[in-house]
Structures are given as structure tokens and as C-alpha cells.
Nanobody, 121 residues
Framework: QVQLVESGGGLVQPGGSLILSCAASGSISSINAMGWYRQAPGSQREAVATITKDDRLNYADSVKGRFAISRDNAKNTAYLQMNSLKPEGTAVYYC???????????????WGQGTQVTVSS
């Protein structure tokens, strides 16, 4: 089993910053990719940023230049630094991890429970 623990959401004023973190634990043999997605009320879930095991990065056009994803492989933890936040960034942010389970070597995809980010004055 794989568990994800997210933290760092909250209320921030427009132009402010937040850092989200996602720690993966459990029977993990390896992690191929970690990423952040978000879902605003009435909207579909969308990809925000992803990072692969070889550090290839991908960002949604709407966050390029403002958000930065990184990972600590030793801690199986991903971070999302969010700068210059805008009201349209208000959403529930979900962590996503893809990897391989120990012993069985079966692939897994896990989602966090989500953390609320509200950008408002």
C-alpha cells in the first residue's frame, strides 16, 4: 500500500506564495513520477506540474514562470512552490504519484486527499 500526505494549503492574498508538499510512504520500490493537479469548483481536474524520476518537468501554461515543482528522492517527497498566486488559482490541489510496488513490482498510481488553496483578498 502507498500513502500520500499533503500539506501546505491555506488562504493567501493575490500575489502571495505558498509551498505544498506531498510525502509518499509505504511499500514503494521506486517512484517514476510525482505531480500536482488541481480542481476548482465546477471544473475538471487539471494537471498543474509534474516531475519525472529523471527530473523532466512539465507545467501547465497558466502557471509557467510562477510555480516550481521539485522532489527529494531520499524522502519520496514532492514540493510545489507557488508564487504570484492569482484568484483563479483557488482550487483543491491533489498530489499524484506513479511508481512500482515492492516485492510484486506491480505499478501503482496514488492520489492524495487534496489540500485547499484559496487566493483571495
Amino acid at each position: 500500500q502507498v500513502q500520500l500526505v499533503e500539506s501546505g494549503g491555506g488562504l493567501v492574498q493575490p500575489g502571495g506564495s505558498l509551498i505544498l508538499s506531498c510525502a509518499a510512504s509505504g511499500s514503494i520500490s521506486s517512484i517514476n513520477a510525482m505531480g500536482w493537479y488541481r480542481q476548482a469548483p465546477g471544473s475538471q481536474r487539471e494537471a498543474v506540474a509534474t516531475i519525472t524520476k529523471d527530473d523532466r518537468l512539465n507545467y501547465a501554461d497558466s502557471v509557467k514562470g510562477r510555480f516550481a515543482i521539485s522532489r527529494d528522492n531520499a524522502k519520496n517527497t514532492a514540493y510545489l512552490q507557488m508564487n504570484s498566486l492569482k484568484p483563479e488559482g483557488t482550487a483543491v490541489y491533489y498530489c499524484n504519484v506513479e511508481g512500482i510496488i515492492k516485492m510484486s513490482f506491480r505499478p501503482f498510481v496514488s492520489w492524495g486527499q487534496g489540500t485547499q488553496v484559496t487566493v483571495s483578498s
